[in-house]
């Protein structure tokens, strides 16, 4: 009789151990989110975009006079791989539109592939065009909080104050951001990542287009006028950093212009802006993305003169 208490009395607790355990294990279970699936096309463009910037950064790193494919300079390569990895950014969103297959686990390796690609390679590409005309001639001076030069750290801190900022917008994004419908991507607050890198890097190509038309056709662009445009292109890094952690607001101009049904003869512009544009594809570039960078401030403005005059007359009645 004593036994089988004792039986009963190790089974109950048993049954309650094993409660306990389950109770832990749901617990556990509770604090971690199953990972979603992954779909496979807008991923992999998603990649892309990550690997076109770390291939940006490894030609950036390259001595200036290396010539690579198409006789590319390798901070036009980079340049290149850039906007390469522009245009798998706005592909795999449509693809995962397409498909219907847009997750959370898609939108934060988004915003990864953008910190390098629109973060991390502009900063390295104005380091590295920077760093070829400080100090003297024929030198190549590492730019760096530890460098001996003065000006070589400021240029350093615009750097790490652009990828700060890049790192900053893409969370923002993130955060102000409910859903990836076309209807939420209209207006943009602040510059976005994509419009900051092309203009850094638009004006990079340009300087190295312009540089080797000096080059190779008898000294038409002097060093001095490279040194100093090349100067210029820090400051616009640092007012790109600025502009994306700022409240200026951005049109979406491939969902406001370019999205959706259009009639024949707007399409049609466009195909003749862009074959007319194509003999001067640099200059356009850097052009088009300027002025994009602008257009913010811009209307920003011209709306609050707008505000000041209709409320002049007011105040005057």
Known sequence: MASKKTKSKEVSKAAARDGRTATAVRTRSRGRRRLPP???MPTLFTLGNLIAGFAAVYYASKPIDYSGLLQWSSLTLAGALIFLGMFFDAVDGSVARLTRSSS???????????????????????LRLVSNYVGSEGTVHILGPMADNTFAKVLWGVAAAYVACTALRLARFNVETPTASVEDHMIFRGLPSPGAAGTVASLIV??????AAGVAGADEISLAFARWTAFGVPLITLLCACAMVSSIPYIHFVNRYVRGQRNFGYVAGIVIIIVVSAPWF????????TVFALSG??????????????QKPASES
Not at 104 to 126: K, N, R, Y
Not at 206 to 211: A, F, G, M, S
Not at 297 to 308: G, M, T
């Open 297 to 310: 401030p811009v209307r920003l403005l011209i709306n609050h003169l707008r505000v000041r005059r209709m």
């Open 104 to 126: 959370e686990i898609g939108a934060q390796l988004d915003s990864l592939a953008d910190m390098v690609t629109f973060g991390v390679a502009p900063a390295f590409m104005m």
């Open 206 to 211: 340009l300087h190295q287009h312009y540089l």
């Open 38 to 40: 992954i779909t496979v």
């Open 282 to 289: 640099q200059e356009v570039l850097a052009v088009a993305f």
